[in-house]
């Protein structure tokens, strides 16, 4: 088991850029999110799913946007990049019902300048 | 609203000396509450729970937590602090409104003195 994976590790991008953050769990985990962490502010999510279509939002929804076509994977979109997205990054994933058990992957160093 | 509180951003000891990370919760039921850790440049483990029943609860790397509802405190202790345990902790509680949310503390960097 690989666990959860992320790509990149790091990414710089200008402001007014798109991209996507990937994530992949290979644990047939229903529940999946993202997460922002930022210097003495602990974790804020982003976007959750509790399976396959189904997405909704978390703390601090606005300027991403997520989809789930598939239960290994929930990537997050980046729609037009801000310094204030400047983050590390965190996808975590889990048994249906055990949410608070997450299996979290190594993280994204995000710098937008 | 719930709230999570861990108090002191950066706690520091020697080598071989009591670890007490701190934990303050907020909320109306019976919480779950959990300890996560996370090592440099990695995600977060989960360390330690409590869900229901004994109100002491162990976790890895010698790590326990205790429940204190009268306190609404979960504070992290380790008897004897080891090189290899610093890293930043996290405490959490599962959200009331939501089976799929965590109320996360700000973290705390456990600092080891040789």
Same mark, same amino acid.
């Given at each position: 088991?690989?666990?959860?994976?992320?790509?990149?590790?790091?990414?710089? +991008?200008?402001?007014?850029?798109?991209?996507?953050?990937?994530?992949?769990?290979?644990?047939?985990?229903?529940?999946?999110?993202? @997460?922002?962490?930022?210097?003495?502010?602990? &974790?804020? &999510?982003?976007? @959750?799913?509790?399976?396959?279509?189904?997405?909704?939002?978390?703390?601090?929804?606005?300027?991403?946007?997520?989809?789930?076509? *598939?239960?290994?994977?929930? !990537?997050?979109?980046?729609?037009?990049?801000? $310094?204030?997205? *400047?983050?590390?990054?965190?996808?975590?994933?889990?048994?249906?019902?055990?949410?608070?058990?997450? @299996?979290?992957?190594?993280?994204?160093?995000? *710098?937008?300048? | 609203?719930?709230?999570?509180?861990?108090?002191?951003?950066?706690?520091?000891?020697?080598?071989?000396?009591?670890?007490?990370?701190?934990?303050?919760?907020?909320?109306?039921?019976? !919480?779950?509450?959990?300890?996560?850790?996370?090592? !440099?440049?990695?995600?977060?483990?989960?360390? &330690?729970?409590?869900? *229901?029943?004994?109100?002491?609860?162990?976790?890895?790397?010698?790590?326990?937590?205790?429940?204190?509802?009268?306190?609404?405190?979960?504070?992290?202790?380790? $008897?004897?602090?080891?090189?290899?345990?610093?890293?930043?902790?996290?405490?959490?509680?599962?959200?009331?409104?939501?089976? @799929?949310?965590?109320?996360?503390?700000?973290?705390?960097? +456990?600092?080891?003195?040789?």
């Amino acid at each position: 088991n690989a666990g959860v994976t992320q790509t990149p590790k790091f990414q710089v +991008l200008k402001t007014g850029q798109s991209m996507t953050l990937q994530c992949a769990q290979d644990m047939n985990h229903e529940y999946m999110s993202w @997460y922002r962490q930022d210097p003495g502010m602990g &974790l804020r &999510l982003i976007h @959750y799913s509790v399976g396959a279509g189904i997405t909704d939002q978390g703390e601090v929804p606005n300027g991403y946007n997520v989809s789930r076509s *598939t239960t290994e994977d929930f !990537p997050l979109r980046l729609l037009s990049a801000a $310094p204030s997205q *400047t983050s590390v990054y965190f996808c975590a994933s889990s048994v249906s019902g055990r949410a608070h058990e997450q @299996y979290f992957g190594p993280g994204t160093r995000l *710098t937008v300048t | 609203a719930q709230s999570v509180t861990q108090l002191g951003s950066h706690v520091s000891v020697s080598e071989g000396a009591l670890v007490l990370l701190r934990c303050n919760y907020s909320s109306s039921v019976p !919480p779950y509450l959990f300890w996560y850790v996370q090592y !440099p440049n990695q995600g977060l483990q989960l360390l &330690l729970k409590y869900t *229901t029943g004994a109100t002491l609860v162990k976790g890895i790397n010698g790590f326990e937590a205790e429940f204190k509802k009268s306190e609404t405190s979960f504070h992290l202790t380790k $008897p004897s602090a080891h090189m290899s345990d610093a890293a930043e902790y996290f405490c959490a509680v599962k959200g009331l409104d939501s089976n @799929y949310q965590l109320i996360w503390g700000a973290g705390t960097k +456990l600092i080891i003195k040789p």
